[in-house]
Structures are given as structure tokens and as C-alpha cells.
């Protein structure tokens, strides 16, 4: 019996242990294994030290998973006989909090793994040369660590070519130098959100051709260098929101997300004034010198912006799709600042205390499809406007102080929502709407209004 147990065991394919005896993995552990065994899971083990040599008897290990552990020596040698197999590593909140520094060496043999995940452990310090040696990773987790900085080199292209994801989210970082995330052929996610990032240094991120997503979110980024990013064509997602930006500028987008459907969130910043500020080798008048960003969303919501130079967004004209501009304090929308915006179809500018638009707002806005208007003071709608906005889907202007709607707002068909909920109207506002209007029209609120009478002198008979 006992034989042929050993001969099963040398068979089994995936090993999952927890509460072991004993707090130390030597080879003499495995010798009942055989190198059939390709995943071994031990976790919430007590586990303090991985001797040298530990997994010579399983060296056809392909994934370990060792996270929740309290793991104080890793011995120099420990992985040397799975080096060539072991693909996927994990040591998340594996470490005994006196392990404060990445253990290079006895990772550095590990040729062939693709995913490293160190995540949640009190790891500060991360040199330079930590993954030098892993030239197949294409995943590394280190978030929830206390990492101070990343050394450029860290990180280099003709090293790691396969490399996709880098997670270091939840650390000390606190600036991103020159170089140092650069020509990373294969890189398509970073995420540094939740750090002490105070500064992007020139060329911090450059020459990442698959980006795809960065994350900066939740930092205290208060200065952004020019060519901070530079040429990340694929980029479509750059989320810059909850940090301490004073001031927004297109030039840091003039090599970005040229090829991609491209966001930047700025959302929940100190923005204030949204000026044109042209440097020296980009002056030539209002047309910013022919500076163009392909953003097609951009949402600067959540900041205390309270005014718009005139043709501010004149750079990405030709690319903006959606605007959010909610939670500020704009108090008039004209056609200088919105006037131009040929492919906008969402315009988010709720909350913001608004007094009044300009008749000519959407002059040549003419793809505009949703409009969110509430909680502002807008007593007077222009009759105009909303002329020649044949896409028009959705409009919300509630909680303002509206009395009337101006006859014939609505021309076009098309029409699906209106909500004027919570403002200051006295009947119905039914002549707002033309009979194209109202034929396409499906939901209507009039709630939390003064309307004292349903009359409305057969108007009704225009809706489906």
C-alpha cells in the first residue's frame, strides 16, 4: 500500500498544502514527489524559510504559489532546480515584514518565468538590477509594497520584450524620472495610482508603442513636464484624477494617443483657470501653432474651474467626443469656448451654479447628442439654441430656476428625453417641442414644478 502511494504521489499533477508542521521547505519535503507535479499551492502556511535546493525533486514545477505566508529566508539557491520550468511565482503578503528589499538572487534564476507576483508584502526598496535576469516576464505585480523609488534601468527594452503589465500601485513612490519607463515594446498597462507622485520628469514615459492604459490616479501630481509623455501612440486611457493639478495643458498630449480612441481623466484636481499657456517654441497666435491631441474624451469634473480662455479646447476641436465639466463653478457657456467642438456628442455641465448660455453656444456643435444641464441657475433658454442639432438625443435641465421654455426649442426629430424636473414652471411645456420633436419623444419629466393646470389646448395629441 505504502508503494503503491509513492507511486501516486510521483504521478500528481497539483499539490496544495496549508498549516504545515513545520516552518522550513528542504528537498528532503518532496522526495515522496515526482517531476510530474507542475503547481504547487503553499499558502497560509507559517512558512519562514526555503533552503537551498528545496524543489529538486519537483523540477517540473510550472506555477508556486506561496502568498500568505511569513517567509524571512529565501536561501540564494532555493529556486535553482525549477529555473528552467517554473512560469508563474507568487509571493503576495508572503514575506516576513523584516524583508524590506526585492530578494534578487534567488530570483534572478528563474529564466523562464512569465508571472512575478510580489504584491502586499513591506517591500521599500527595489534595485535596479531586480529583474534583469527575468527577460520572459510579461506580468509583475508589486502593489501594496512601501517602494520608494524606481531607478531608471530598472526597466529596459532589450531585457524585458515580453513584458505587458506592471502593477505598483500602493507604494511611496514620489517622482518619476527621466527614462524611466522607456522603450518597452510589449507594454500595454501601468498602473502607479496611489503613490506620492509629486513630479513627471521630462521623457518619464517614452517610446511605449502598446500602451494602452496609465494610471496615475490618487497622487499628488502638481507639476506635469513638457514631453512627460512622449510617443505612447496606442495610449487610451490616461487617468491623472485625485491629485493637485493647478493647471491643464494639451502640449503634454502632443504624442499621445494619436492612434487610439484616447481618454484623459483630470477629474477631482485644483483646477481653477483653464488658460492658454503657449512656451516660446510653440507661440503663433491663437491658433496655438498648430498644436493638435487626438483626446476624444476629456473630463475635467470635480474641480473648482471658473473660467475658459476663448478657444482653450481649440487642439482637440476635431477629436472631442465626450466633455465632462461637472462640479465647477462656470457660470456662463459660450460659443468661444464651445462653439467649435464639430464632433462633440456629450456635454456633461451640471452642477456648476450656470447663470446663462449663449444663443450661439453649439454654433457649429452640430453632432451633439446628450446634454446634461442640471443643478445650475439657468433661468432663460435661448430660442436658438438648439438650431440645426438634428442628433440630438437627451437633454436634462433640472433643478434650475426655469419658468417658461421658449417655443419651438426643440426643431428637430430625434428627441428621445427631456427632463426640466425640479424647476420653476407654471404649465405645461408642450409648445417647446415641434411635431417632429414630440412625434419621437419617450420620456418627458415635468416633476417637483409648479404647473397648477393640465391644459394644454390639444398639444398632446403631438406626442406617439
Known sequence: ATQTLKIRLRGLRTLALSRLTQPTLSPDDFLEFGIDLEELRITSAGLQTIKSNAFKHVHGLKKMDLSDNMISSLENNAFTDISHSLEHLKLAHGFSSSVSSIPTDPLKVLVNLKELDLSNNRLKSMP???????????????QDNAIETVSKGTFQGDIHGELQEI?????????ISQHTFVH?????????????????????????????????KGNKITTISYEAFQNLPNLEDLDMSFNQLKSFDFLMFDQVGTLSIFKV??????????????PMQFEGGPNLGGVHSNIRILDLSHNNITSISKQFFR??????????????????????????????????ISHNGMYEMD????????RLQVLMASHNRIADIPNDLFRFLSYLRMVDFSHNRLRFLPDNLFREDGLERLDVSHNLLSKLPLSSMSVAAAMSLCELDLSWNSISSLAHGGLLTRFK
Open 128 to 142: 535596479d538590477t531586480s529583474f534583469h535576469f527575468l527577460t520572459k516576464l510579461e506580468r509583475l505585480e508589486l
Open 167 to 175: 502593477f505598483l500601485s500602493y507604494n511611496n513612490i514620489k517622482t
Open 184 to 216: 518597452l515594446p510589449h507594454l500595454e498597462q501601468l498602473y502607479l495610482d496611489d503613490n506620492r507622485i509629486e513630479t513627471l520628469e521630462r521623457r518619464a514615459f517614452m517610446n511605449l508603442e502598446q500602451i494602452k492604459r496609465l494610471n496615475l
Open 265 to 278: 481623466n483630470a477629474s477631482y484636481n485644483k483646477l481653477t483657470d483653464l488658460l492658454i499657456n503657449v
Open 315 to 348: 487642439p482637440i476641436e476635431l477629436s472631442l467626443t465626450h466633455l465632462y465639466l461637472s462640479h465647477n463653478s462656470i457660470f456662463n457657456a459660450t460659443k468661444d469656448v464651445f462653439g467649435s467642438m464639430r464632433h462633440l456628442q456629450w456635454l456633461d
Open 359 to 366: 444663443f450661439d453656444m453649439f454654433r457649429n456643435t452640430k
